[in-house]
């Protein structure tokens, strides 16, 4: 008995210790409730409009439209939210995201010409960048303590997966009842999210404007200062530092998730497609949810190791299982492999996605922390948006299978692609910790 207390201590004690920091539990569980779009409305709009339009090849493209979109505005909302503050930017968002959602699910319901639908698909966009935001909140509220932040990291990695094991059934199940009442929960969540996220005050972090007026500096001087303090910190000629944060090691990592979004998106639509050809439709939630809670267990025991082994080594490792494994489906004959492949990678994938916010922690400064977050998201988005569009053509031909062998030369590609940017993402784990130091 001792010996499992000793070691539930060591894999719970150090979250249980951050989740009782003043607020932390409540704006951290409000960003993950309010991020209940990202699970499931991918899911809902593919379930719905094959139902309504009998189109695998439309509903790719409708979820290909809103990745793109997501994608344009996921940098451009985190860029402002760092410039003038999380609230000032997300409850604009959210009216606007409620309206969208609302019309969508009606013409979606009363079979409209399909133009309608893209028209009014891209408004799903707009979606606050909850999670960079709370993670913002945790680097801003440990400040200075690396060993906490990195566990922080790992929990919001553990609450994401909960997100993703509670949408992804959830998604399926009530798109299958009716597209309106998955759309209604979703909305739900996100109101009750963003209440519980924006009307915490104290942790939010200072924004751009705020700091620059602190300074005496207008907000592109401000801005200025900090490219050059970057540039100063990674090595490069502060003189010819830029305002953008988009250098070498910020463009390998982007791209890297270009490539983990496309074969993972089109590994989704491919496993919907293949569980209705076997007549299983109804377990496909169950399905992705079974990789979500191996990512959480995979997030739970990652975060409460102090790694001593370099993160690129880390990051190289977790990104190969995953993609190597995900490649694998082509050769499954029935839903229940693919669940047990799922089950055995998916404890690398919470942590491929930590490796890359903590990459990013050596790649920006802390007040362009959203944004740089944001950046990476976009880019999956972008590569889901590519994948899932692929995948809808080769299912519409050639059935499941032909998706599958879409995954896997998607898979096998963006592993090779992460590998030509190996050395931009190996020297940005070995330069210091923007946040670390003081200009």
Known sequence: MQAIKDVNHRVFGGYAELLRLPHAARYSIGSVIACMPFPMIGMTITISVQHYYGSYGLAGALTAVQAIALAILTPLLGRLVDKFGQRQISIPSIIIWIVAAIALVTCITHRVPEWMLYVITPFLAFIPP????????????????????NRALSLSGVFDECMWVVGNPLASILAVISGVLAFSFTGMCVIVGALMFLTELSTEPPSQTQLARAAGLTRKQYREREAARAAAVQGADADKAKDSILGPGLIAVCVTWFGLGAFQSATGISIIAFAKEQDMAQYTGFVFACFSFSSLC?????????????????????????????????FARHLWVIMIIY??????????????NQIMLHLVPPSRFTEGVAWMGAMN???ASFGSAVAGQFIDRYGAHGGFMTVTVLALASLAIAFIGFRQIKTSTETPILAEVTV
């Open 381 to 383: 988005s972008i590569g």
């Open 343 to 356: 089950l055995l990678i998916g404890v690398c994938q919470a942590p491929t996605w930590i490796n890359g």
């Open 130 to 149: 909850w999670g960079a935001m709370s993670r913002a909140r945790w680097t801003n509220q440990l400040k200075g303590d690396n060993e906490r932040i």
């Open 298 to 330: 995979g997030a739970l025991v990652y975060g409460a190791k102090n790694w001593v082994i370099p993160l690129w080594k880390r990051f190289y490792f977790c990104l190969a299982v995953v993609n190597l494994g995900i490649s694998c489906f082509v």
